[in-house]
């Protein structure tokens, strides 16, 4: 009776209030959350999970050693995952990462990949952007993962720090050149030999996942992999 009663809520709330595709803004019907069920066959995915040599692991290859790398759809210019990302990064929609990071984390799981990882780690933002933005977009994928996955996700452990050398009797634009971001494994002991799963929202050249892997792995992680939402050799 009570689940009834909060069905006929939703439905009321739905007839004032409808709920679109982020992808294709047409109407959800019941049932679909964020992204409709067409949306969600058509998307254009990767399928890299059960390719191990794929393009993205490929193009870390040789830069940093992972267990393995993997992303759920392919990024075009213009397509639907550029909708979805853009919905997800700049509109307050913190519930599309999630989404999709739950329906991809059932995908990993039924290859076992859930065997494979201790811990999600995701990529951190800069601290200035979270608090503009309210969240950390690949922590809300992250999020999703873990939920389906039944695997930890961590936005405390990977930080990101902005870095300043001494400064003293420098140009201007020396000190404007010495400012720079880094990462730091803030609680190395909680991925002291742990198989971590580092995720974020869209790789292009990779600088970035290279960087946060190198910090994981020198502050004692047994194995670091890799999980997008999206990957583009286009360039961003
Ligand atoms: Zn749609």
Redo the contacts with the bound molecule.
């Keep these: 009776m009570k689940f009834f009663a909060t069905e006929i809520l939703t439905d009321f709330i739905t007839l004032f209030y409808p709920r679109?595709?982020?992808?294709?803004?047409?109407g959800?019907a019941k049932g679909e959350e964020t992204?409709?069920?067409?949306?969600?066959l058509?998307l254009p995915r990767t399928d890299y999970h059960v390719n191990p040599e794929n393009a993205l692991f490929m193009r870390l290859q040789g830069r940093v050693p992972l267990q393995f790398a993997t992303a759920f759809f392919l990024f075009r210019k213009r397509g639907?995952v550029q909708r979805l990302l853009h919905q997800l990064k700049y509109n307050n929609h913190p519930e599309i990462g999630e989404t999709l990071g739950r329906v991809y984390g059932e995908d990993l799981r039924q290859h076992h990949f859930d065997e494979r990882i201790d811990a999600i780690i995701p990529v951190p933002l800069h601290a200035s952007r979270k608090r503009r933005r309210g969240y950390n977009q690949s922590m809300e994928f992250g999020k999703g993962l873990s939920q389906s996955l039944e695997r930890p996700c961590h936005d405390d452990i990977l930080v990101r720090i902005t870095k300043t050398e001494t400064q003293t009797r420098k140009t201007k634009l020396m000190r404007w050149q010495n400012v720079k971001e880094v990462f730091h494994v803030a609680k190395p002991e909680e991925v002291y030999q742990k198989n971590v799963l580092l995720v974020d929202d869209v790789i292009t050249t990779g600088a970035t996942i290279e960087a946060c892997v190198n910090m994981l792995l020198t502050a004692g992680c047994r194995s670091v992999s890799i999980a997008s939402i999206a990957y583009t050799d286009e360039g961003k």
Excluded: G
């Design positions: 679109y595709c982020f992808a294709c803004n047409h959800l992204v409709c069920t067409a949306c969600m058509e639907k």
